[in-house]
């Protein structure tokens, strides 16, 4: 294997260095992300529930962002009303939300 073909320019490094830190910024969640994945941990097959411990519905953005990353995914849509999703945590979703990865990232 050719040792030149396994070499970046400095701009390259840079870019790669740059989209690693991306990356591994989108990992953490933020406070509200780990607030709702924590809600899943104690419940039957990590289902999650569609509002807080305050009564107020979890924003979507927050819903849809779990998902997005893999944290979550749709389980069933709730038959009371078409727009709202149930959804349970994954593994990595399991993961993130039992040790917080760290720390929430802020808002």
């Given at each position: 294997?050719?040792?030149?073909?396994?070499?970046?320019?400095?701009?390259?490094?840079?870019t790669?260095?740059?989209?690693?830190?991306?990356?591994?910024?989108?990992?953490?969640?933020?406070?509200?992300?780990?607030?709702?994945?924590?809600?899943?941990?104690?419940?039957?097959?990590?289902?999650?529930?569609?509002?807080?411990?305050?009564?107020?519905?979890?924003?979507?953005?927050?819903?849809?962002?779990?998902?997005?990353?893999?944290?979550?995914e749709?389980?069933?849509?709730?038959?009371?009303?078409?727009?709202?999703?149930?959804?349970?945590?994954?593994?990595?979703?399991?993961?993130?939300?039992?040790?917080?990865?760290?720390?929430a990232?802020?808002?």
């Amino acid at each position: 294997m050719s040792g030149n073909n396994s070499k970046l320019s400095g701009k390259d490094r840079v870019t790669a260095a740059r989209l690693l830190r991306l990356a591994a910024r989108r990992q953490r969640p933020t406070a509200a992300q780990l607030a709702y994945l924590r809600r899943g941990l104690d419940e039957p097959e990590g289902r999650l529930p569609l509002f807080n411990g305050q009564g107020q519905r979890f924003n979507e953005r927050t819903i849809q962002s779990c998902i997005e990353q893999g944290w979550v995914e749709p389980w069933f849509d709730d038959p009371t009303d078409s727009d709202w999703t149930v959804c349970r945590l994954t593994s990595s979703g399991t993961a993130v939300a039992g040790n917080g990865n760290g720390r929430a990232k802020q808002a």
